[in-house]
């Protein structure tokens, strides 16, 4: 176990919702990043927060947005829900938010879209 | 061509056998370098990094680092059917920050 817990588990979602996934980090890691992974691929980075603020996005649309809280827990929000959204999205989080500091990943939340 | 790119397999290999799990990156900037493993419905699980060439060791575990060739390899020895899993090589690409870039991932099928 990592210590970095994610919730919902599963949630089942329609085509244009909004939906709020949330993580909570390891205790002492200030920094969180977020990925989608589809079946059969490997993970696809979405953005990172180091200290309450964006440290990186990938390519992903702003429909893709996020938050770090002060106790460094975050929230992955999803606006206007795509088909192509469902996938399982992970959280990772690290001691920091330099290159090659070590993730850590959560157990994931299974999205999804009908 | 993509950045990080490994054989989907599925990679079968019998019990007590080596396994030898291979990874490509584009990136010569590329500094970082990860292996995970993720079991079927799971989410992956850090086995271990290498940032420098050469060999590092860690129980049954090897990572090997060719910088020049672009290469970074995972050898298991010893397999057992509970290596059985998706092995995910992961980048950390130059001028990204902590991004990691992922591959596909290997299929390890260890036969008893």
């Known amino acids: 176990e990592t210590g970095v817990t994610q919730s919902p588990t599963h949630l089942i979602k329609t085509r244009g919702q909004q939906v709020t996934l949330r993580c909570s980090s390891q205790s002492g890691h200030n920094t969180v990043s977020w990925y989608q992974q589809a079946l059969g691929q490997g993970p696809q980075f979405i953005f990172q927060y180091y200290r309450e603020e964006e440290n990186g996005r990938g390519n992903f649309p702003p429909r893709f947005s996020g938050l770090q809280f002060p106790n460094y827990s975050s929230e992955l929000n999803v606006n206007a829900l795509e088909l192509d959204d469902s996938a399982l999205y992970l959280c990772a989080s690290s001691l920091g938010g330099w290159a090659g500091e070590t993730q850590y990943f959560g157990p994931g939340t299974r999205l999804l879209v009908l | 061509q993509k950045e990080v790119e490994q054989n989907s397999g599925p990679l079968s290999v019998p019990e007590g056998a080596i396994a030898s799990l291979n990874c490509t990156y584009s990136?010569?900037?590329?500094?970082?370098f990860f292996w995970y493993r993720q079991y079927s419905g799971k989410s992956p699980e850090l086995i271990m990094f290498?940032?420098?060439?050469g060999d590092k060791e860690d129980g049954r575990f090897t990572a090997q680092l060719n910088k020049a060739s672009q290469y970074v390899s995972l050898l298991i020895r010893d397999s057992q059917p509970s290596d059985s899993a998706t092995y995910l090589c992961?980048?950390?690409?130059?001028?990204?920050?902590?991004?990691?870039?992922f591959g596909g991932g290997t299929r390890l099928m260890v036969k008893p």
């Open positions: 992961a980048v950390n690409t130059a001028n990204a920050g902590n991004m990691l870039t």
């Open positions: 290498i940032y420098s060439n």
């Open positions: 990136d010569r900037g590329s500094q970082s």
